[in-house]
């Protein structure tokens, strides 16, 4: 019996990413549940960003 070949390569090729971003609505569900499991407004913000779910603000950009 051979070994399984896991690769990340092959896993790639068998499972491909979306290469589209989720829509807005997809995005506010997540927010809500990831919000739903936070243990406070710190966690939370910190969860959003890590997973790259906060609102982009628009106005100017720090240096």
Same mark, same amino acid.
């Given at each position: 019996?051979?070994?399984?070949?896991?690769?990340? *390569? *092959?896993?790639?090729?068998?499972?491909?990413?979306? *290469?589209?971003?989720?829509?807005?609505? /997809?995005?506010?569900? /997540?927010?809500?549940? /990831?919000?739903?499991?936070? *243990?406070?407004?710190?966690?939370?913000?910190?969860?959003?960003? /890590?997973?790259?779910?906060?609102?982009?603000?628009?106005?100017?950009?720090?240096?």
């Amino acid at each position: 019996m051979t070994a399984a070949n896991r690769e990340p *390569t *092959t896993l790639g090729e068998l499972f491909p990413a979306d *290469t589209e971003p989720p829509g807005p609505d /997809v995005r506010a569900k /997540v927010r809500l549940l /990831v919000a739903s499991y936070a *243990t406070g407004p710190d966690d939370c913000r910190l969860l959003l960003e /890590v997973l790259g779910l906060l609102p982009v603000e628009e106005g100017p950009q720090p240096d």
